[in-house]
Nanobody
Framework: QVQLVESGGGSVQAGGSLRVSCAAS????????MGWFRQAPGKEREFVAR????????YHADSVKGRFTISRDNAKNTVYLQMNSLKPEDTAVYYC??????????????????WGQGTQVTVSS
C-alpha cells in the first residue's frame, strides 16, 4: 500500500503562484513515478505532469509547460508542483498519483495505482 497526502492548495489571483505538495508513505520503494492530475467541475481528470521516482525524467502537459514545474525531494518522499503565472482556467482540484508498474501511458489515469485525496486550487481573474 502507498498513501499519498496532498497539501498547499488555495486561492490566488491570476498571475500569481502556488506550490502544491504530495507526501508519499508506505511501500514507497515500489513507486516508479509520480504524477499530478487536475479536475475542473464538469470536466474529466487531465494530466498535468509526471516525474520518475529518481527525479531524472519529467513530463509536463503542453497547457502548463513553461509555467508549472514538477520536482521531488528524495529525503522527504515528497513531490511538488510549482505553479507560476496561474490562469483562471487552472482552477481545479489537483491530485497526485503513484505509478507502480511499467508500460502504461504517462498521461492516462489508468496507469496510476494510488491517488491522493486532492487539493483545491482556485485562480480568480
Amino acid at each position: 500500500q502507498v498513501q499519498l497526502v496532498e497539501s498547499g492548495g488555495g486561492s490566488v489571483q491570476a498571475g500569481g503562484s502556488l506550490r502544491v505538495s504530495c507526501a508519499a508513505s508506505g511501500r514507497t520503494f515500489s513507486i516508479l513515478a509520480m504524477g499530478w492530475f487536475r479536475q475542473a467541475p464538469g470536466k474529466e481528470r487531465e494530466f498535468v505532469a509526471r516525474i520518475s521516482w529518481s527525479g531524472s525524467i519529467t513530463y509536463h502537459a503542453d497547457s502548463v509547460k513553461g509555467r508549472f514545474t514538477i520536482s521531488r525531494d528524495n529525503a522527504k518522499n515528497t513531490v511538488y508542483l510549482q505553479m507560476n503565472s496561474l490562469k483562471p482556467e487552472d482552477t481545479a482540484v489537483y491530485y497526485c498519483a503513484a505509478d507502480l508498474a511499467q508500460g502504461g501511458a504517462v498521461r492516462d489515469t489508468g496507469s496510476y495505482d494510488y491517488w491522493g485525496q486532492g487539493t483545491q486550487v482556485t485562480v480568480s481573474s
